[in-house]
């Protein structure tokens, strides 16, 4: 009697459908897959605290090969502040045209210092920190979140010596020095929004982070960090375009508004039209489109 053999029909291979069904039946999802926007806010929300003490880690270790120290986070802006008083306002006479030049001078460079400063971080936050992205989960917006926090607790320690500098130039103490705080916060958003498109074009092109300095060097020349902008723009022979590109500068408006809480010969008029509109303005912009923007590729972080 002969055998009759039968073949078995051949299995199905499970669609793709049929496969999301069965992980969302047994609560598993895509790994490393974009969160919503509001579940992303949470979980920023929820790593705060890792936020502030890694920016006080990195701000702590930034110095720690240096014998001075922690001295460097108000040495450096001051020497910077001394070769530009000797250029600008020595050898082409700047300081002629503007009262109290040098507190107008190291206010512009300690605030210039810090969008500086948060920008260039931020360009490196995702592509200089691969090996902690590739090992833990964490919402990525934390790291040029915290850099643009390091940044700001840098700042707040070379105020100390803008204070100390400001009354050794007979600048008086007054009332519209707590017009610093809020137009801290209002730069402190700007340049972290700022931070996180950086953190994403550098993500993607690590290059990008060679040409920062021209042009963070180009837009500090044109912010008013060592000149009056508001003296150049009384000139008749300058386009109308260019001198309200000038004052609506964001860099130059923070530092104006800076300027004219802290120095007192810095008056009202020298600030540019609705300069408080535009600075709320200017962080509301790059806070939440940065944000926006950095959150679109969250899943793209890392990889590759």
């Known amino acids: 009697m002969s055998q009759v053999l039968h073949t078995p029909p051949p299995t ?3 669609a793709d459908g049929d496969l999301a069904a069965l992980a969302a039946r047994h609560g598993l999802s895509v790994s490393g897959a974009r969160p919503s926007l509001p579940q ?17 880690a990195k701000l702590t270790a930034q110095y720690s090969q240096a014998k001075l120290g922690q ?3 108000v040495m450096t802006p001051l020497l910077n502040a001394a070769v530009y008083y ?8 700047t300081k002629q045209n503007v009262a109290d030049y040098v507190p107008f001078l190291v206010t512009g460079i300690f605030v210039w210092t810090f969008t500086q400063s948060s ?8 592509s200089g920190n691969l090996g902690l992205v590739r090992a833990l989960h964490f919402p990525r917006a934390a790291l040029p979140i915290s850099f643009a ?11 100390c010596a803008l204070a100390v500098i400001l009354l050794c130039f007979g600048v008086p103490v007054a009332a519209s020095w707590l017009l610093a705080v809020p137009a801290l916060v209002l730069q402190f958003t700007f340049n972290a929004g700022v931070s996180m498109v950086m953190a994403r074009l550098g993500a993607k092109t690590p290059d990008i982070a060679q040409l920062m300095p021209f042009v963070l060097r180009t837009w500090m020349y044109v912010s008013g960090v060592m000149w009056s902008i508001d003296s150049i723009a009384k000139h ?3 386009p109308r375009i260019v001198t309200v590109l000038l004052q609506i500068n964001p860099a130059a408006v923070y530092i104006d508004l800076m300027r004219f809480a802290l120095i007192d010969s810095f008056q009202a008029h020298q600030l540019p039209p609705h300069v408080w509109a535009a600075a709320v303005g200017w962080a509301l912009l790059a806070g939440i489109g940065g944000f926006i923007y950095f959150w679109k590729a969250e899943e793209t972080y890392g990889r590759g």
């Not at 992303?40 to 006080?56: G, K, P």
């Not at 920008?119 to 995702?126: C, L, V």
């Not at 926090?149 to 105020?159: A, P």
Request: net charge positive.
């Open 149 to 159: 926090l390091q940044q700001l607790q840098q700042l707040l320690f070379s105020m």
């Open 12 to 14: 199905r291979a499970p």
């Open 236 to 238: 008749d022979d300058l």
């Open 71 to 73: 001295v460097w986070q």
């Open 119 to 126: 920008i260039m971080a931020g360009t490196r936050a995702i």
């Open 86 to 93: 000797f250029i600008f306002g020595v050898l082409l006479g």
């Open 40 to 56: 992303y806010v949470r979980q920023l929300w929820a790593r705060r605290h890792f936020i502030s003490a890694f920016a006080t």
